[in-house]
C-alpha cells in the first residue's frame, strides 16, 4: 500500500524555521516526482515546490528564497526546509507523489497533511 507520511509540522513565530518531512512507502520513490502543497482554511490548494526524480526544482514564488526541497533517494523522503517564515505561510502542508505505472497511467498520491502555524 501507498503511504505518504508527512511530519515536522508545528508553531513556530514569524521569522522561524521548520523543516518538514515526507516518509514515503509503496512507491518507487526514485522514479516518483515529489512536491509539497499547502492549503489554508477556505482557500485552494497550492504548488509549494517539486523536485523530479532527475534533480529539476519547481518552486513557488511566494516562497523562494526561503523555502527549499530536496528529497534523500535511499531513505524515500522527501523534506522541505522553511526559513524566514511568513504568517501567510500558515497551512496544512501535504507532500504528494506523481509517478506513472508500468502501463504509462499517471498516478498521484498525497498524504494527511501536517499543521504549519506561523504566529505571534
Known amino acids: 500500500q501507498v503511504q505518504l507520511v508527512e511530519s515536522g509540522g508545528g508553531l513556530v513565530q514569524p521569522g522561524g524555521s521548520l523543516r518538514l518531512s515526507c516518509a514515503a512507502s509503496?512507491?518507487?520513490?526514485?522514479?516518483?516526482?515529489m512536491g509539497w502543497h499547502r492549503q489554508a482554511p477556505g482557500k485552494q490548494r497550492e504548488l509549494v515546490a517539486s523536485?523530479?526524480?532527475?534533480?529539476?526544482?519547481n518552486t513557488a514564488d511566494s516562497v523562494k528564497g526561503r523555502f527549499t526541497i530536496s528529497r534523500d533517494n535511499e531513505g524515500n523522503t522527501v523534506y522541505l526546509q522553511m526559513n524566514s517564515l511568513k504568517p501567510e505561510d500558515t497551512a496544512v502542508y501535504y507532500c504528494?507523489?506523481?509517478?506513472?505505472?508500468?502501463?504509462?497511467?499517471?498516478?498521484?498520491?498525497w498524504g494527511q497533511g501536517t499543521q504549519v502555524t506561523v504566529s505571534s
Open positions: 504528494n507523489a506523481v509517478l506513472f505505472r508500468w502501463s504509462g497511467v499517471r498516478r498521484e498520491y
Open positions: 509503496g512507491i518507487n520513490f526514485g522514479a516518483a516526482m
Open positions: 523536485m523530479t526524480n532527475n534533480g529539476n526544482i
